[in-house]
């Protein structure tokens, strides 16, 4: 099975949620965890069952959309993981203890992996390219209208967080130029995936197909 992205929608309607502003208006509005199937190169997408974030019986506080992906996989992983799903998402969802949640629920990942929000992992990654550990490769490309140079960086079992115990991690990052060397294009990502030269394309096609949620969903 390929990819599946998590994402959140969210309508403005009376209803479970709520967002107090400064000029003491409340805001009430839905959200819902959105699933969805997707390929690389493909124009269709699959939806699956969605999971509405909402406040829990006996929770003190309101729910949020990390809950709502844990509460989804422990509902539906045991329909999917079979397939050999790799779960998708931005940033939000690449910390460890949801990271291993969904590897005890046997699914991969491929999570957007920020500087700012992972400061332990990428000192690990400037200690490992001072030693020649983080591998790079360019890759060319003509779009149709222009040229454009691809450089992919990899660094296997980088820890996630700063103790003994912390989960490793697979990192790459993929970086766009123009032949004028204008950044198009940058983005960094931490899997459960072997990494290796030529699965990186591949790879980072996958993490950039959850963008399919916004369009083709």
Same mark, same amino acid.
């Given at each position: ?102 590897? $005890?629920? #046997? ?9 700012? /929000? =992972? &400061?332990?992992?990428?000192?690990? %990654? ?52 123009? $032949?004028? #060397? ?9 899997? /459960? =995936? &072997?990494?290796?030269?030529?699965? %990186? ?17």
């Amino acid at each position: 099975m390929g990819p599946v992205t998590f994402r959140r929608r969210r309508s403005n309607a009376r209803g479970s949620s709520t967002q107090s502003h400064t000029n003491g208006q409340v805001t009430y509005f839905h959200s819902v965890l959105m699933p969805v199937l997707v390929k690389p190169g493909l124009d269709k997408v699959i939806p699956f069952a969605m999971e509405f974030v909402q406040p829990q019986d006996g929770a003190a506080k309101q729910d949020c959309e990390l809950n709502a992906a844990k509460r989804w996989l422990a509902q539906w992983t045991s329909h999917y993981a079979a397939l050999g799903m790799t779960v998708l998402g931005d940033d939000l969802y690449c910390h460890e203890p949801f990271c291993r949640a969904l590897l $005890a629920h #046997g699914l991969d990942f491929l999570l957007v992996c920020k500087p700012e /929000s =992972h &400061p332990a992992l990428y000192e690990w %990654l400037a200690f490992l390219e001072r030693g020649g550990a983080v591998h790079t490769f360019v890759r060319r490309r003509w779009t149709g209208t222009r040229r454009e140079f691809d450089t992919d960086c990899y660094a296997t079992a980088v820890p996630l967080r700063n103790a003994g115990d912390a989960l490793q991690v697979n990192w790459c990052e993929l970086t766009t130029t123009t $032949a004028e #060397g204008k950044v198009v294009y940058r983005n960094a990502f931490a899997t /459960s =995936h &072997p990494l290796h030269e030529h699965n %990186l394309p591949e790879t980072v096609a996958a993490e950039r197909s959850r963008w399919k949620i916004e369009n083709e969903t």
